[in-house]
């Protein structure tokens, strides 16, 4: 059956049209990353889905039921925020019960309901302290065991991790992936991240100025990109573009090659000057200039690389990407062999 599907769905706000024929399904059970650069339209679909905005036009189903006039609170979805909006006068297990309640439930399934969630949560020892003695990362869990407790159909994230730091952006994505792993239950998540996206989704939808421009799995949009736009944002480093006419192919194509496709060999012809090198440990990125053309690679381990140096870079050919001027994808055939 499938928790989510949204088909034609336009949005326009007067004039202004910021979503464009989205057509979008969920699997039970999926996990969905809704993924692009602020502006494109993500946060919206996610408003319209929650029935917090309506669809100018379109048709969106939950669990095959549809539901474009029915209200938020019938639509069997549970939604965190960005903010925590968590109330400053009630402790946690009062945060967490006050929609239960509001609904009418028997005190002794309330008191069930939020015992299960703040296990999965590591907030039992938590539960009767207040907000402000929280720090962001507690607080953000409290959000999200609000949501669990209502035991929804749909779980919307809308970049519940932008508030965090980075250590507290590690730990909460990890503990929202075995949320989900234990729960079963579909969620669609937006984040500008696309770590996050790379990391949580089993189903990547990728947008731009209102447009799906790819869905599928991590892997396939990493490894498969279907234009240029898809292929420089996911991935970090992000992938090298550089004019085709560097490896004799017609100057108005494009060459994409990611970091880690692109060794330093003495014995290659293209010449590369360092601009600045990345020393990360496990990793060295190492910025040089390619004929005025920017390049990142990405090396394994540490290296005695200095700014300035001469080096000479070699291309894998087998994991080559072409485009053409306006950013499509096109056959790799000629340059990969």
């Known amino acids: 059956m499938k928790a989510l599907s949204l088909k034609a769905v336009n949005k326009h706000f007067g004039p202004v049209q910021v979503l464009n024929d989205i057509n979008i399904e969920a699997d039970e059970g999926e996990f969905v990353v809704f993924v692009g650069p602020s502006g494109c339209g993500k946060s919206t679909l996610l408003r319209i ?21 029915v209200p938020p609170s019938k639509r069997g979805i549970a939604m965190v925020f960005q903010s925590y909006a968590l109330y400053p006068h009630l402790n946690v297990a009062k945060n967490m019960s006050l929609a239960l309640k509001q609904e009418g439930l028997a005190k002794a399934v309330i008191e069930e ?14 539960l009767k302290r207040y907000p402000s003695e929280l720090s962001g990362g507690q607080r953000q869990r409290v959000a999200i065991g609000r949501a669990i407790v209502r035991q ?13 730091d980075a250590a507290l952006r590690v730990n909460t994505r990890l503990e929202i992936a075995n949320l989900h792993k234990q729960l079963s239950t579909t969620m669609v998540y937006v984040t500008h991240d696309q770590t996050e996206a790379m990391t949580l989704a089993d189903k990547i939808v990728v947008l731009k100025d209102g447009r799906v421009e790819q869905a599928g799995s991590p892997m396939e949009l990493y490894n498969n990109p279907a234009n240029r736009f898809v292929a420089g944002f996911l991935g970090s480093p992000s992938m090298n573009f550089l004019p085709g006419d560097l490896l004799g192919l017609n100057g108005d194509t494009v060459i994409g090659v990611r970091p880690e496709h692109i060794a330093i060999n003495e014995n290659s012809a293209m010449s590369a000057t360092v601009l600045h090198v990345e020393q990360l440990g496990g990793d060295t990125n190492v910025v040089a200039s390619v004929s005025d053309n920017p390049v990142t690679v990405r090396l394994f381990g540490q290296h005695a690389i200095n700014e300035g140096q001469q080096i000479n870079l070699q291309l894998d ?6 485009f053409d001027p306006q950013g499509i994808r096109l056959d790799e055939t000629s340059v990969r062999h």
């Open 317 to 322: 050919k087998q994991n080559l990407y072409l």
């Open 113 to 126: 309901r939020i015992q299960n969630a703040s296990r999965m949560l590591n907030l039992t020892d938590y």
């Open 152 to 164: 929804p159909k749909l779980f919307l994230f809308d970049e519940p991790l932008s508030n965090l």
């Open 49 to 69: 889905i929650a029935g917090l905005e309506d669809v100018s036009s379109g048709e969106v189903f939950i669990n095959e039921q549809a539901v474009n006039q």
